[in-house]
């Protein structure tokens, strides 16, 4: 099974990805977690893009999300074969963030080839609360992390969602505004119906 998370940054993508996996893997599932931008050649040069130690123009910048998600697309679906995969990102973060600057049809074309994920669950956080969180925890602050950004890409996965479910995606909302433990809960149980 393939299971995304997806949200604005500081909503708790990585700590409840993680959680989830340790809760599959207790029930005896075999888990592969993983992450976009990945750890490979392209995400490594996104993450000095995203450190604003390289500029470059958002398209491109779009395409190389697009790249790397490609080369990842082979290891998921290889792990796919007896794991359960769940991915910190995916390309509806390449729709939310990108279409700040870039068509969204474009950016849906060039994501057009990827494997549709079973289910996205994406973590509803209040932009406020993302920062306080971002701001508290990190050492170095990145290019879409202030709150009027924050506050954009926000409202753009709320709009690419509903029009994403119309079309057949499998895409869950939860809050995140409450603890890690109480978040977790909640997509334990929206997973309820996969996990026997
Ligand atoms: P993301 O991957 O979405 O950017 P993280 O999982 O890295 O977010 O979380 C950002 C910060 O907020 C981390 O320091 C994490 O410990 C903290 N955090 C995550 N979830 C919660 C929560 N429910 N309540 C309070 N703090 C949280
Ligand atoms: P993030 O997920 O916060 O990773 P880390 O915890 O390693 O900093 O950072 C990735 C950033 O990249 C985040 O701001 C979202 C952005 N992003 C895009 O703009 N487009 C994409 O296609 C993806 C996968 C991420």
Same mark, same amino acid.
């Given at each position: 099974m393939f299971i995304v998370f997806e949200g604005? @940054?500081?909503?708790g993508l990585t700590t409840q990805s993680k959680i989830l996996g340790k809760y599959l893997e207790k029930r005896g599932k075999k888990v592969f977690l993983t992450k976009e931008p990945t750890e490979n050649l392209i995400g490594k040069i996104i993450r000095k893009i995203l450190k604003g130690q390289r500029k470059l123009n958002q398209e491109t910048l779009a395409l190389l999300f697009a790249a790397d998600r490609s080369m990842h697309m082979d290891i998921i679906k290889e792990r796919l074969k007896d794991s359960f995969v769940i991915c910190d990102r995916y390309y509806f973060s390449n729709y939310a963030y990108q279409m700040l600057d870039v068509e969204i049809e474009y950016l849906i074309q060039i994501n057009s080839r990827f494997l549709k994920p079973d289910l996205t669950i994406f973590l509803n956080v209040p932009p406020e609360v993302c920062k306080k969180r971002i701001d508290e925890n990190r050492e170095h602050i990145e290019i879409f992390e202030t709150l009027e950004t924050l506050e954009r890409i926000k409202k753009n996965y709320l709009e690419i969602m509903e029009r994403f479910r119309r079309e057949g995606f499998n895409i869950a909302e939860i @809050?995140?505004?409450?603890?890690i433990e109480e978040t977790h809960e909640a997509v334990v149980k929206c997973l309820e119906k996969y996990i026997k």
């Open positions: 604005i @940054d500081g909503s @809050d995140g505004n409450r603890s």
